[in-house]
């Protein structure tokens, strides 16, 4: 049993969760909010400890951006008298009073629905400590039977702040019972009793706020590469071998794809997720020349590197790439070789416009921005980033390169260019960040080219040097790679909102546009086996071989469980806006399945 | 709404009364302590009657005068003087105190003997008769029943009246203090006249209050009975009828 499996609480039925102050209930609780919102399952928070307005920036903290699925029952502002602005969507009450509790959580259920509302209450301590042992009574008379009538409830509770004989009669009132505890450098959950499992002992390691480095360095020392796999891809990457990961439907991928889950992602967090990607990409550049990955390299490639240094010494490289004519010979080799073998974009050396530690490149046909024209935004986030880290690599890590786009398909340019300096460039972060509104103009862009694609059968991709596809390795870049770098849970739940909100999106049109349910679902997925996603057959359940997001994950071992986070959302989405069912994932290439697969429910 | 039943026109309370409301005709006491929201109640009845049911109403003051009701009432959004200028709704003064406050002498007040049931049912039906009226408030019935010392005389008064009110067909809300406040009181007499009797209940503990709403008695209705939580909202009273009452 994971985390992530106790993290999705149950249908129905009332949990708590018990822990000494500081065990990490709140934390838990909010990841279980979030994924539930990602599941467009409505939540309810009361909140007795905190404003809404923290718990919100906590949220958004770890990733969540939008909120109407979110309403709160602030009973924290009146207990404590705190004057607070009145916010929508808040109901205000009071610990001291559960009718007011009561109340207002009625009140706020008569947005959500009679079901399928999850609770969570962070925490009973506040209200037991007003009420005392009556508490038992509001859980028994109110809880209960709110759970009973088809609704999932988390309840906090600290532990060792009143009698024990009163914790254990709430206890006996729920359904489900959760300890935590902090030993050391492990974070302890116990499953007492559960609705759906067996009882358990999670153990999960304390962590520092992951950095993108840090994150980096410790995927890095979880790494098992297998040697066979790695080879594979190395030949899928260099185009030896176009069919290396996916034997039946081949190692690329329509670039709609790709950008349609990157946008559906970035709708969840504009301001950070390019910045993120944008540094993960940079890491992997340094990484994909690293002592790990120099095995698996071609060997002209391999020989080239174990000699640099001594290269370098003779002077037949260069230490440092500063010199245009010494980025010259790199702009129009290896790295307009590498762009075109996975088919990302045509790389040209601007020698012209360089200066000393000053290059900048052009990408023809870029793959990230390509039908993307004039949008309002860069969107470059692949071969840039990924070449400077390449470069500062090569400079055995002395100076630290970084890019920026001057300009791009999305401004409104026939093609992208980007600039490279050795240092750091104080435009880059508002040059990434993206407004909300325009991540959504450039979602709404993608979503009526793949309209016009199901309804009117129009061309969804014309490019027409390199083609519509696009190889797997700017897909694993966008789907996965990043998630297992960062350690990130706020990654995986761009992928799964993002990819929520999309199926959803695309489901409510064919809908609207007068399509049946079938016809709706089957329409959708000849789309994705036309992208080359995967290759799908749905009966009782959903399953996909080859699925892109999963294939290339198996070349770093490092996920145990299913992690097909984006196709989930997505497939979730979808079902629940055409024919009102929900998806569960069951099984994962990534985990070593031979397939993925889904249960519908 | 069938149209044997009054709606209450209260979020909540219809539920609690068989999903039906008040049976048409009915003289219903509505009885609470000071700042439970009665006259609230009261007006939102004929408010929400005129407005959601095109029932006309009428409110009969005994106590208050009816501009300070109409004046309190705009808290809520509710615009009583336009009501009473379309004739859906009508406001009746005969507070018996504030006719004769002139003719005070000592402790005795002079007019007190022109108040008369008769005259108050007079009152009554040329008000109903004025905007067809389908609802009727008495706001508040306390003070009539003291125009009766000798009880035989108030029981008799209180019953010409429920049965004069019935032959109008008009449902009515008596509105009454409730003397003592919790769990025990004494009952009044006034609740084994009317066929209906509603509480709304303050009970102060430690520092907060718990707004208890409760239908003791509804002839002909099954209804429930249990106490549930009601609160003032800036739209109204809110009565909540699945919840249970925490102490």
């Known amino acids: 049993m994971s985390l992530a499996q106790i993290q999705e609480p149950p249908d129905k039925g009332l949990i708590l969760l018990s822990g000494a102050p500081g065990a990490g209930k709140s934390t838990f609780c909010h990841q279980v909010a979030i994924k539930s919102i990602a599941a467009e399952r409505p939540v309810i928070f009361v909140t007795t400890e905190q404003r809404p307005a923290e718990v919100i920036v906590h949220l958004q903290g770890m990733g969540l951006a939008v909120t109407t699925e979110l309403k709160f029952v602030d009973a924290f502002s009146e207990t404590v008298g705190l004057n607070v602005a009145r916010v929508p969507d808040t109901i205000y009450a009071n610990c001291a009073d559960l009718n007011s509790l009561s109340i207002a959580i009625t009140k706020q259920q008569e947005k959500t629905g009679p079901q399928n509302t999850l609770l969570v209450f962070d925490s009973l301590t506040s209200p037991y400590l007003f009420n005392g042992v009556e508490i038992v009574k509001f859980l028994r008379l109110f809880l209960s039977k709110f759970a009973s009538e088809g609704n999932s409830i988390l309840a906090l509770m600290d532990e060792g702040c009143g009698k024990e004989e009163d914790l254990g009669a709430m206890m006996s009132v729920a359904d489900g019972i959760m300890k935590m505890e902090v030993k050391e450098s492990l974070r302890i959950i116990n499953v007492v009793k559960h609705p759906k499992m067996t009882p358990a002992r999670i153990e999960v390691p304390v962590e520092a706020k992951p950095t993108i480095k840090s994150s980096f360095d410790a995927f890095k020392s979880r790494l098992r590469i297998d040697p066979n796999i790695m080879r594979l891809w190395m030949q899928s990457m260099s185009g030896k071998n176009k069919a290396a990961m996916r034997k039946e439907i081949g190692d690329y991928v329509n670039l709609f794809w790709l950008q349609f889950t990157r946008w559906s992602t970035m709708l969840w967090d504009p301001k950070g997720f390019p910045a993120m990607i944008y540094e993960v990409n940079k890491e992997d550049g340094g990484f994909s020349l690293s002592k790990e990955m120099r095995p698996f390299l071609p060997w002209r490639m391999k020989l080239l590197l174990n000699f640099f240094p001594a290269l370098q010494a003779l002077g037949i490289f260069p230490k440092q790439f500063s010199m245009v004519k010494e980025m010259k010979r790199m702009g129009d080799g290896p790295y307009d070789v590498a762009a075109k073998w996975e088919r990302s974009g045509t790389m040209e050396y601007l020698e012209d416009i360089s200066k000393t530690d000053e290059h900048y490149f052009r990408i023809l046909e870029n793959a990230d921005c390509w039908g993307l024209d004039n949008v309002g935004a860069t969107m470059a986030s692949h071969l840039p980033p990924h070449m400077a880290g390449q470069l500062s690599g090569l400079e055995s890590g002395d100076r630290e390169w970084n890019t920026i786009e001057t300009k791009c398909i999305g401004l409104g340019d026939p093609y992208c260019e980007f600039k490279m300096v050795p240092r750091e460039i104080s435009e880059l972060k508002s040059s990434l960040e993206k407004d909300a509104s325009v991540v959504e103009k450039i979602h709404e862009h993608l979503m009526e080219r793949l309209m016009a694609f199901l309804l009117e059968e129009k061309a969804l991709v014309d490019r027409p040097g390199l083609g519509s596809d696009v190889h797997l390795h700017p897909v694993l870049h966008t789907f996965g790679f990043p998630y297992l770098a960062m350690g990130g849970e706020r990654y995986q739940l761009a992928l799964r909102m993002g990819g929520a909100r999309a199926g959803k999106k695309v489901g409510v049109r064919l809908v609207e546009a007068g399509l049946n349910k079938d016809d709706a679902i089957r329409k959708v997925i000849s789309f994705l086996e036309y992208c080359k996603v995967g290759r799908f057959a749905i009966d009782e359940t959903i399953r996909i071989w080859e699925n892109c997001e999963s294939s290339s994950k198996i070349i770093f071992k490092v996920t145990e469980g299913p992690s097909c986070f984006f196709t989930t959302g997505f497939l979730n989405g979808l079902f629940s806006a055409v024919k009102n069912q929900h998806v569960r994932e069951v099984k994962c290439i990534a985990a070593g399945d031979s397939y993925c697969e889904w249960e519908i429910v | ?247």
Not at chain 2, 69 to 97: H, R, T
């Open chain 2, 1 to 247: 709404m069938s149209d044997d039943y009054t709606s209450t026109g209260i979020t909540g309370a219809d539920k609690i009364l068989g999903e039906k409301g008040i049976p048409r005709g009915h003289s219903i006491l509505v009885a609470g302590g000071p700042g439970s929201g009665k006259t609230t109640f009261a007006m939102q009845f004929l408010y929400k009657g005129a407005t959601e049911y095109d029932e006309p109403g009428i409110y009969i003051s005994l106590d208050e005068d009816p501009e300070d009701v109409k004046n309190n009432m705009s808290k809520f959004g509710w615009d009583l003087g336009k009501l009473e200028q379309e004739k859906k709704l009508a406001f009746i003064n005969v507070s018996p105190v504030r006719v004769t406050s002139s003719e005070k002498a000592g402790l005795i007040q002079l007019g007190m003997k022109e108040f008369k049931l008769i005259k108050l049912l007079e009152a009554i039906r040329e008000g109903i008769d004025g905007v067809q009226a389908r609802r009727v408030v008495i706001d508040p019935i306390t003070i009539f029943t003291l125009q009766y010392p000798d009880e035989v005389e108030r029981i008799y008064a209180m019953r010409d009246l429920i049965a004069d009110f019935r032959k109008t067909g008009c449902t009515n809300l008596l509105i009454s203090e409730l003397r003592g406040t919790g769990l025990e009181r004494e009952h009044q007499f006034e609740e084994y006249l009317a066929q209906g009797v509603i509480l709304l209940r303050t009970v102060m503990k430690d520092d907060k209050y718990t707004r208890m709403f409760q239908v003791e008695k509804m002839r002909g209705l099954e209804v429930d009975n249990q106490p549930r939580p009601y609160n003032i909202t800036t739209s109204g009273i809110e009565v909540y009828p699945t919840l249970t009452v925490f102490k």
